[in-house]
């Protein structure tokens, strides 16, 4: 089993729609959780951190649940320019750094 | 602020060369450096932890014969690729950490190095 899942998709969309995306961990030690975007031959970039008391930043929102090992992203009010591959990460132990990646649900939004 | 640099963004070399690729922190202290290496669709795998002054510690499965890498300064830390074989051709990506009071998942990502081995 992976240690982070994620569906690949790819998740097609309008402009304007809202669209989710979800991911499981394995590790119930883990302590922190992110989404970070990475867009076509580039590195990937924090997106957002998620708490889990929820959070948002704008369009963007994220979920985690402890219990379930599930961490969630919404995205309302979808823009051409929120197409990219968005990747599920989750840190072990904070004191070494360790980053799991999930292999990334990548979204297309379209005209 | 916290910016990292790698180099080159892509080579091409034939199989059995060895290349090295830099990753820097250009405006801070990296105790601590990250290699990734990401194939096509597939997701970030991490290679190995640097820490400035020691050697790395490496994830299973990724020979630290083959995947060499220095952390000599701060600000510096270097991945050659020895012997390389076609199958090593990926995207290897760097990270840096260090930010004091910035806890260590908190990472700054390089751009990135193309390597294709012909």
């Known amino acids: 089993r992976k240690e982070v899942e994620q569906d690949p998709g790819p998740f097609n969309v309008p402009e304007g729609a809202t669209v989710a995306f979800n991911c499981t961990y394995s590790n119930s030690a883990s302590q922190s959780f992110f989404w970070y975007r990475q867009d076509c031959r580039k590195e990937p970039k924090l997106l957002m951190s998620v708490y889990s008391s929820g959070n948002e930043d704008g369009r963007f929102t994220a979920q985690l649940n402890r219990a379930s090992q599930y961490i969630s992203l919404l995205i309302r009010d979808s823009k051409l320019s929120d197409s990219a591959t968005y990747l599920c990460v989750v840190n072990l132990a904070s004191n070494t750094g360790k980053l799991i990646f999930g292999q990334g649900t990548t979204l297309q939004v379209k005209p | 602020g916290a910016v990292v640099s790698q180099h080159p963004s892509w080579v091409i070399c034939k199989s059995g060369t060895s290349v090295k690729i830099e990753c820097r922190s250009l405006?801070?202290?990296?105790?601590?450096m990250f290699w990734y290496r990401q194939f096509p669709k597939q997701s970030l795998m991490l290679m190995a932890t640097?820490?400035?002054?020691?050697?790395?510690?490496?994830e299973q499965g990724v020979e630290k014969d083959k995947f060499l890498i220095n952390h000599a300064s701060l600000t510096l830390s270097t991945l050659t690729v020895t012997s390389a074989h076609p199958e090593d051709s990926s995207f290897y990506i760097c990270?840096?950490?260090?930010?004091?009071?910035?806890?260590?998942?908190?990472?700054?990502f390089g751009p990135g190095t193309r390597l294709t081995v012909t």
């Open positions: 640097s820490n400035e002054g020691s050697k790395a510690t490496y």
């Open positions: 405006d801070f202290q990296a105790t601590t």
């Open positions: 990270s840096a950490a260090g930010l004091a009071g910035v806890p260590s998942y908190e990472q700054y």
